[in-house]
């Protein structure tokens, strides 16, 4: 099942905000900072920025049809297109150095899927597969102009219940790295299963 984050009521936000201004006139200056976060309506929560989750800056559901920029810490993550048979799909996931200094990786990335709205899906990322090889955890060094890749892997099959469908796929390569997020050509069909397979890290082949 799949539990969407509710967003807040901004167009009642916005009423209270103008009845409160005109009802003021003069009074004093607030002394709330400026960058303090606007205020939450009660029972609302607030949904992330795309670009706070590292998805492309079009915003979701825009195609990404360039290779995207050298990310701040110097790596770029890219997908190749979904490989599809009897139902299994793969997808190759690669992080490239493309800073001036190497970086480390160890054992499993951090997953997360969004839909076409940024709404995070509630689904169970599995560490380690059997469709496919596995090299399984091991510390690795990636120096620039080099790149690591996963394979991640997932069934679209459908029994009960609704279809799942990812826009984007989120990575933290490690602890302490920058969020990455790749969107799949299609998308990441994961019918009614919620599981997401993920190979460990590996040196990808030039």
């Known amino acids: 099942m799949v539990r969407r984050s509710r967003r807040p009521v901004r167009p009642a936000v916005a009423a209270l905000a103008v009845a409160a201004a005109a009802a003021c006139g003069a009074c004093e200056p607030s002394e709330q900072p400026v960058d303090a976060p606007p205020a939450r309506v009660p029972g609302a929560s607030a949904s992330p920025s795309p670009s706070l ?38 997808m190759t996931v690669r992080l ?70 990812g826009a984007f796929l989120q990575l933290v390569p490690a602890p302490g790295r920058r969020a990455q997020s790749v969107k799949p050509s299609g998308s990441l069909d994961l019918g009614t299963t919620g599981r997401l397979k993920t190979t460990a890290w590996a040196l990808a082949k030039p």
């Open 53 to 90: 989750l590292g998805l492309p800056s079009g915003g979701p559901g825009t195609a990404v049809t360039e290779a995207p920029p050298c990310s701040p810490d110097g790596t770029r993550a890219t997908a190749t297109e979904p490989d599809a048979a009897m139902g299994l799909r793969a």
């Open 96 to 165: 490239a150095n493309c800073g001036t200094k190497p970086f480390r990786l160890n054992g499993y990335p951090v997953l997360r899927v969004f839909d076409a709205q940024a709404e995070p899906l509630d689904i169970t990322i599995v560490n380690g597969t059997t469709e496919v090889p596995d090299p399984g955890p091991k510390p690795l060094t990636v120096r620039p102009g080099q790149a690591a890749q996963i394979i991640v892997v997932w069934r679209n099959t459908v029994t009960d219940g609704a279809a799942v469908k």
